[in-house]
């Protein structure tokens, strides 16, 4: 141990990484575990080592497990948490294991540890992580078998024979021949005592029975001996203190047995007793005040209390799993006589053994040494072979016969072969017994096979794992009894099956009854509640009450009788949670109520029927009794208050506590609502809401539920899942999504249960009403796929766009044969729906070829395509295709819009085709009216038009929408081209866009270039990250095996998954042969070499000398064109990427390995699926029609969900509109627009949607209870009231006359900076005139815009560490919160601190979306007037851009000035880049210490750093009036020979263009009058308009803010005199002069940027 903490142990500081390793201690019993806890404990902990016990008593959770360094377990536990595949949280770190008693390796636990042994071994083959194995043993024969078993080499074998002992031993055998019981048992007791007598007064004597009971029989039986003798004296020490001890504690001991003996010196030791009173014991055995202690065999395992004799008094002990008296083992005596002698004070040990005459000989032979270990294994084959089989370590029979050879049974076969059934002839004809391993796996397999655990092909060998082996290896239940089960397993099963079928378990196949044992076992017959078919004889009976007497509470007399029990309730709830599962798979839901029910009665030991609060176990039994005899219902108690429950009683001030623990019972409350996806599928959005108060001593960190939806006769499970309700998140709503099929005929309803897996009666039921269902319109049929003659080049018939295409395409696949007609043909409208990869992006060429090809439009106008890409990375990848086909090939000018509307507008002035996201075109084509050049789209493309579905969906179609009403206003032609995955209805898509059935293409999933073979591969792991870790070997089979050596593409879930399973890859290609550790990679390392120079991640670089290549957000766009490069040219075969990159992923490939089908959400803090569009993507992935005539994709999935892809990848889904949820930001913008100007409008306006063609096809999804034209009217009525109402209460639209509606000023500012109206809203009702920096960084985050900023998974434990070292404290006290975390990450970024690759990717969004929210910002505050708040706000727009605080030193936005620069420029008063400029050459070099290449960095920013001269001028001042307009004039002038340019700012992550505020304000006053933002160039000359404050002398100011730079602000007086105002101003109402004052204010702060554009 001390070897291995040296190795992680830093030997300067001396600190050990006590995170970088675990070991383990393997332990034969539970009573040894906790002793080796205790003195390592003791040991290891002033290294600051935790040490923690893993029995079955013990588990560990994930955070223990992660503190702890030392692991002391038993060997059967070690099994089950290393056979759990993916439990690698326990075993990846361990680097030691040491096996105490080895020798157990002959006994029937052998097995375990073989098992243990070979799994080990084989993983550090596999993985190449040394684990270091130490066997500690008793001396053995064969000792060099077990160091070959364990690897040893030669020098580290070290064996000792009982020479070697501290203490040599003296050993006696006393055999009796009496046969009678009773009078065998009279001599025992004679000979002990006279054994006993012949020490008493000398030496210390411990005495081992074999039951509890017997220890204090023995005890007094020797005592009243030596009283009936007159020898006691001699056994008590002459000392009087030693008597008073003996007294003293005597009176002080709780055991009876005890409290009788002491006094005498005799005293008792077993796990029966309480802990104080062992203590005692051990304490005064050592100390010597006790001469004689009776213990029983816990004592030789578990407590180190050496004496000088030992006597084993009978060697029957009884054995439970068998049902019957056996010999003790050789290990327990081995033990017992460990005990004997005492190092420091003996010269000798003694040790005696008591037994019959027949097992003398056997005895005496085993104790010297003659007796070799042998292996057990055969015994146990068949469930360990399951186990490996379920691991997916093993799954053929030739990886099974190589899994042999790690067992210590291919040792022993080999050192003596006939003892296992290989004679010479076979030996010597097979030296390697391969043929002997391949028959006894082939008659395991073949057992397992008839017992439905595995399934085994005899001609291949392969094995193939069933649900049914899953259960028996995680539950750890024999073949045998998964036999059993199968047969007697019924749907229809009742209570009293359940327990018949429990007690038929070949767990307890020896368990028989005894003549004995009859007489009580009819007693129990008649308390147990539940009746018993078979008679008291049948062994199945006696299994069956013992079980009941357990969960009833019942006292038991015999000693035997209450060891079977044990036994049997040691296995009960392992057997019970395995029946349990078995019943879920089979989907039998009254069944599976009944066996969750059974697992909760066993583990809480009472029956439904008792009171539920017996489960806190802290309520008084009285209490309890008193409400078991009231017989009230649970629920009416939750009705009553602490008063009435008081009453109840008759104990009013128990009230209180009463109520607290009812109200601490787990409810949940339930809420669904359905959706119809098809008529036979429907989607449940369940809501499940705790209504008990959580409390971690009772409920722990988290809570366990079953959700199942049950058909209508409660008979079967139609979906089930595991839901965790975790203590911090117990308040909240959580959120279940999930489908289930609808059978035909419609049923009247259907039930969702809940029920808890572990409180008895916690349990909530909800009924889905079918009553008013109404399914969808049924869909037409697809497309059919013609046999053609392809189209070649030359039918273009344009000779320029046939040399554009020459090196890339020959002919058109069949999709595109069939489809060019319309596409390059015609101006129709067209809808083409293929799966991924079919070629729809050629399709989209056609259509813009076509549009090329035509010339200008009839007013002269050149024609302009607009390509709509629904996300960024598709357009980005668009971007770079049609560049380099359409401009570099072509001389069309190919733009790609940035979301940056003046930018954008001469982009697209420019442009013959533009690339645009849907959100980017919606900016710029909201005022189509006044910009003509939106006019002049002649084509429409809309790519994977199937997204509609999804987020991007409601934007999408709100542009499809308006372009098609621009064209319908403005009489021009217009043709759309949309392109999508295959849909179910596609009908609907094309109607919306216009095209007409001939144009509408829609081809089966199953219609590919090429064809596409799909594995669907389900893991049971309930727990992700073992999910993930049991899905790396099949991923690496299918690499090696179904790729075939051609490119392959692996989809992880996120980054953190793409790095391990890389490294696994890598593992795998190093443990194999030397020729396969480049197997992956497809030329030689040295031509390799020169192609990775831009490679600058070491990590990337180690992978691709492998053939690996990672592929995620964080990696460079340098190192992606390497990874791009080598994989298309087939140098490396593995690209392994994150499933967030699918779209736009410029790779393609052979095999496809889809690896998990989940990603965290860390708002709902679960794992939730991919949307199917995802999954299609990835899929499409797989095609590379110029290379394959095949493509093969698999799917690894979570195992509840392997039906739903079985459905949805082979037919296609439809898609529907979301349109409604989000249309308020829509209409607003319209209305802004003047497109809509009143509600009818607003109706009218969604008649041009998606979402009204879907209304009456699919009326239920959007709570349509009807699809008459009534229905749908006042459907869309009310939506269009409650969407008007939605902003008018939010200040956005003015409602006049109940019908009008005209845009607010704070509407405009949400259409313009295309913000959300509750954004904006929210900007408006927290802002007051004294908000200060802290206040405006947390409106900010507190935008709509970041609620769905994506939490990763343990972000909230690092966000809140990064919280605690910033400048602005945050008041969340949850940093699970999407918008604390973009706080955190906004302060991150003003302080430049480093983050994590993933928290810097979302940083980036969360301050770009920041710059535009804090430019609305600006202009809400000024909308109030409020000069102090928004001249911050523009300070905090400099921040965002230049990441730095307000109140760090200007010249910290210069490149290269590091803290150091900093310090000296502060020293020498340096503080602002003119300051910097006016040095001198030398004085400028010696104070900033750079090399030439940062200096001409710094040269470059200053040269760039704006430096305006600003000029002032009131127009007609003598003529300004209070309350009248003023008009002040602004000239601006940048310096003479700075360069211009984007502004410079590394830190910001868009490239900004440089802008300017001019504000008027009055400081004293906190006034803003005026504002304009301007896009400065060389020069500029603004007339500023504001309202003139009242009469007499004003000092205002005139404020020039840059948005991108600090330092260069200039703040300029301005004196005004304002006279009065003139007599008719003054005859109006005041009120109203007030109005138009703060509506001139408003339009002046409000109309700023509209003006500037």
């Not at 002391?72 to 030691?96: C, F, H, M, N």
């Not at 040893?152 to 009496?178: C, H, M, W």
């Not at 391990?1060 to 190093?1070: G, K, P, S, T, V």
């Amino acid at each position: 141990m001390l070897n291995t903490i040296g190795c992680f142990r830093d030997a300067a500081s001396g600190r050990i990484a006590l995170d970088q390793f675990k070991m383990v201690y393997v332990a034969p019993m539970k009573s040894l575990v906790r002793e080796m806890v205790g003195n390592f404990s003791l040991k290891l902990g002033q290294l600051g080592l935790t040490v923690r016990e893993l029995s079955g008593d013990v588990n560990l959770n994930k955070q223990q497990i992660a503190e702890t360094q030392l692991i002391v377990t038993t060997p059967e536990k070690w099994d089950i948490v290393t056979r759990k595949s993916g439990d690698r949280a326990y075993t990846q770190l361990v680097r030691l294991i040491l096996f105490d008693e080895i020798h157990l390796l002959h006994d029937e636990r052998g097995p375990v540890i073989e098992s243990i042994v070979a799994r080990t071994l084989r993983q550090v083959e596999s993985t190449q992580e040394m684990v270091r194995m130490v066997g500690l043993s008793a001396t053995l024969p064969n000792y060099e078998d077990v160091a070959t078993f364990l690897r040893v080499k030669d020098e580290n074998l070290f064996a000792f024979d009982n020479s070697y002992r501290p203490v040599p031993l003296e050993q006696q055998y006393v055999g009796i021949t009496v046969k009678k019981p009773m009078k065998q048992y009279q001599l025992m007791n004679e000979i002990t005592y006279e054994k006993v007598l012949a020490h008493a007064g000398r030496d210390q004597v411990l005495v081992f029975v074999h039951s509890r009971k017997e220890t204090a029989k023995t005890a007094r039986a020797i005592r009243d001996q030596a009283l009936a003798n007159d020898t006691l004296g001699r056994f008590l020490s002459e000392e009087a203190a030693a008597r008073e001890i003996l007294q003293t504690e005597a009176e002080n001991a709780k055991d009876p047995v005890l409290r009788d003996l002491l006094p005498y010196g005799f005293a008792v030791h077993h796990a029966g007793m309480s802990r104080a009173d062992r203590t005692l014991v051990e304490d005064l055995f050592l100390e010597r005040v006790i001469q004689v202690l009776v213990s029983t065999a816990t004592l030789a395992w578990g407590v180190n209390l050496p004496a000088h004799t030992v006597i084993i008094k009978g060697t029957k002990i009884y054995n439970p799993e068998k049902g019957a008296w056996v010999e003790l083992s050789p290990l327990d005596v081995m033990q017992m006589f460990g005990r004997a002698g005492r190092p420091q004070h003996d010269t000798k040990g003694e040790g005696i053994l008591i037994t019959t005459h027949q097992e003398l000989q056997y005895y005496g032979s085993l104790m010297n040494n003659q007796l070799p270990i042998e292996s057990q294994f055969i015994a146990k084959l068949a469930d360990n072979l399951n186990a490996e089989v379920a691991m997916g370590t093993v799954q053929t029979a030739h990886e099974a016969v190589q899994w042999l050879r790690y067992t210590y049974l291919y040792i022993c076969m080999l050192r003596s072969p006939t003892l296992y059934g290989v004679s010479y002839d076979e030996y010597d004809a097979d030296r390697r017994l391969e043929q002997r391993r391949l028959d006894l796996v082939h008659s395991a397999a073949t057992l397992l096979d008839k017992s439905n655990l595995i399934k085994y092909d005899r001609k291949s060998g392969l094995f193939q794992i069933t649900n049914l082996g899953r259960v028996a290896a995680h539950y750890y239940i024999s073949h045998a009894s998964i036999a059993t089960y199968n047969e007697h397993l019924k749907q229809s099963m009742s209570d009293i099956d359940l327990f018949r079928l429990f007690a038929l378990s070949s767990e307890f196949r020896l368990i028989g009854v005894r003549q004995e044992e009859k007489l009580e076992l009819e007693k129990l017959l008649d308390k147990v509640p539940v009746p018993v078919k078979e008679g008291v004889e049948e062994p199945s009976a006696k299994i069956n009450v013992l079980l009941q007497a357990y969960v009833s509470r019942l006292k038991l007399d015999g000693f035997a009788l209450v060891a079977d029990m044990v036994y049997v309730t040691q296995s009960a709830a392992r057997i019970m949670r395995a029946l349990f599962e078995i019943v879920l798979k089979r989907r039998w839901a009254q069944l599976a109520v009944r066996t969750l029910t059974l697992c909760k009665m066993i583990a809480a030991r009472m029956w439904p029927s008792q009171c539920l609060l017996r489960q806190f176990g802290t309520i008084p039994e009285a209490i309890i009794a008193k409400l078991e005899k009231k017989e009230m219902d649970f629920d009416r108690l939750y009705d009553l208050n602490s008063q009435q429950l008081g009453d109840l009683i008759a104990f009013p001030s128990q009230g209180k506590m009463l109520h607290r623990h009812i109200h601490q019972f787990p409810r949940l409350e339930l809420s669904a609502q359905v959706q119809p996806i098809t008529r036979s599928l429907l989607k449940i959005d369940l809501t499940l809401t705790a209504d008990f108060n959580f409390v971690e001593s009772h409920h722990g960190h988290a809570e366990g539920f079953w959700v199942w939806v049950e058909d209508v006769d409660g008979e079967n499970i139609l979906h089930h899942e595991f839901f965790l309700l975790k203590g911090a998140y117990a308040e909240d709503d959580h959120y279940l999504t999930f489908t289930v099929p609808l059978l035909e005929p419609m049923p009247p309803q259907y039930f969702i249960r809940v029920v808890s897996d572990r409180w008895l009666g916690a349990e909530s039921v909800l009924p889905i009403s079918f009553a008013y269902l109404i399914l969808p319109e049924k869909y037409p049929p697809h497309t059919e796929l013609l046999d053609l003659q392809p189209v070649l080049l030359g039918d273009l018939k344009n000779d320029a766009f046939a040399r554009a295409y020459e090196d890339d395409v020959r002919v058109l696949n069949p999709i595109q044969t069939q489809t060019f007609p319309v596409l390059y043909g015609s101006d129709h409208s067209v809808l083409v729906a293929a799966p991924t990869g079919s070629g729809k992006t050629l399709c989209a060429e056609m259509c813009v070829l076509r549009m090329l090809g035509q010339g200008a439009l009839e007013d002269g106008a050149r024609r302009r395509c607009v390509y709509l890409a629904p996300l960024e990375a598709i357009a980005a990848e668009r971007y770079v295709q049609w560049t380099m086909l359409f401009e570099q090939k072509l001389g069309r000018r190919v733009v790609k819009l940035t979301g940056e509307t003046p930018v954008d507008l001469k982009l697209l002035e420019a442009a013959d085709v533009v690339v645009s996201t849907p959100a980017h075109w919606d900016a710029l084509s909201r005022r189509w009216r006044s910009r003509k050049n939106v006019h002049t789209v002649a084509l429409l493309v809309v790519d994977e038009l199937h997204l509609i579905g999804g987020e991007p969906g409601p934007t999408l179609e709100v542009v499809v929408s308006r372009m098609r009403y621009m064209a319908s206003q403005t009489e021009r032609p217009l043709r759309i081209a949309a392109f999508s995955s295959s849909l179910a209805n596609a009908r609907d898509l094309a109607d919306w866009i216009g095209a007409a059935p001939k144009c509408t293409f829609n081809f089966h999933p199953n219609v590919r270039p090429v064809p596409l073979e799909i594995h669907l591969q389900g893991f049971e792991q309930a727990h992700f990250e073992t999910r993930m870790l049991a899905m790396v070997k099949p991923t690496v089979q299918a690499l090696t095996h179904g790729a075939a050596g051609k490119p392959a593409i692996v989809f992880a879930p996120n980054r953190k998954l793409v790095l391990r399973f890389a490294l696994e890859l890598r593992q795998h290609c190093e443990a194999g042969p030397e020729a396969q550790r480049t197997r992956f990679l497809h030329v030689p390392p040295a031509d390799l070499e020169p192609l990775l120079a831009p490679v600058t991640n070491p990590f990337l670089r180690d992978m691709l000398q492998y053939g690996i290549a990672i592929y995620h957000e964080h990696m460079s766009e340098a190192e992606r064109r390497v990874v791009q490069r080598l994989f298309e040219a087939e140098a490396i075969q593995v690209a392994i990427v994150t499933r967030t990159l699918c779209w736009g992923l410029p790779l393609a490939a052979y095999l496809v390995v889809i690896m998990g089908t989940e990603s965290y959400d860390g708002k709902a803090h679960r794992f939730v699926d991919y949307p199917t569009t995802d999954v299609l993507q990835m899929m499409g992935r797989a095609c590379r029609p110029r290379h394959d005539a095949a493509a093969k994709c698999a799917i690894l999935c979570h195992g509840a969900r392997k039906d739903y892809y079985r459905k949805f990848l082979f037919e296609p889904l439809p898609v529907e509109s979301h349109l409604d949820l989000y249309l308020a930001d829509h209409v607003n913008a319209e209305v802004v627009a003047k497109t809509i100007e009143s509600k009818q409008d607003c109706v009218d306006y969604l008649t041009w949607s998606f979402f009204y063609r879907r209304l009456t096809q699919n009326p239920i999804y959007y709570n349509l209870q009807g699809v008459s034209h009534r229905h749908v009217s006042d459907h869309l009525s009310e939506l269009v009231e409650y969407t008007v109402q939605t902003l008018s209460d939010c200040g956005m639209v003015a409602v006049e006359e109940d019908t009008d509606l005209s845009p607010l000023n704070l509407g405009m500012i949400a259409a313009h900076y295309g913000i959300q109206h509750t954004t904006a809203e929210m900007f408006a009702s927290s802002l007051t005139e004294r908000t200060k920096l802290k206040g405006l960084i947390e409106v900010v985050a507190s935008a709509s815009e970041y609620d769905k900023l994506e939490l990763g998974r343990g972000e909230s434990a690092v966000l809140q560490q990064l919280a605690g070292h910033l400048p602005v404290k945050i008041n969340s006290v949850r940093f699970d919160d999407a918008h604390a975390k973009a706080n955190v990450l906004l302060q991150c970024h003003f302080s430049q601190k480093r983050l994590s690759a993933d928290l810097a990717a979302d940083q980036k969004e969360v301050v770009r979306t920041a710059l535009r929210l804090v430019r609305a910002l600006v202009d809400v505050i000024s909308s109030s007037g409020w000069l102090a708040p928004a001249l911050t706000a523009m300070e905090l727009s400099q921040m965002l851009v230049q990441a730095r605080w307000s109140f760090d030193p200007f010249l910290q936005q210069v490149p290269h000035f590091a803290p150091a620069v900093l310090e000296r420029c502060a020293k020498a008063e340096v503080e602002t880049v003119s300051d910097l400029l006016e040095l001198e050459p030398d004085e400028r070099r010696d104070l900033l210490r750079m090399d030439k290449a940062e200096m001409k960095a710094v040269a470059l920013y200053c040269n760039r750093f704006p430096s305006i001269d600003v000029d002032l001028e009131m127009v007609d001042a003598d003529a300004v009036t209070a309350g009248a307009p003023a008009l002040v004039s602004v000239s601006l002038e940048r310096e003479e020979g700075l360069a211009m340019g984007a502004v410079l700012a590394p830190r910001c992550p868009v490239e900004k263009v440089e802008e300017w505020w001019v504000v008027v304000g009055d400081q004293k006053a906190n006034a803003l009058l005026a504002i304009k933002r301007v896009a400065l160039g060389r020069a500029a000359s603004l007339k500023i308009p504001f309202v003139a404050p009242e009469a007499g002398h004003h000092d205002l100011m005139v404020f020039f803010m840059c948005d991108s730079y600090a330092g260069c602000d200039q703040e300029l007086p301005l004196a005004i005199d304002v006279g009065e105002a003139e007599s008719e101003e003054e005859d109006e109402d005041e009120d109203e002069s007030e109005e138009e004052e703060e509506e001139g204010q408003g339009e002046a702060a409000g109309s700023g940027d509209r003006m500037s554009e």
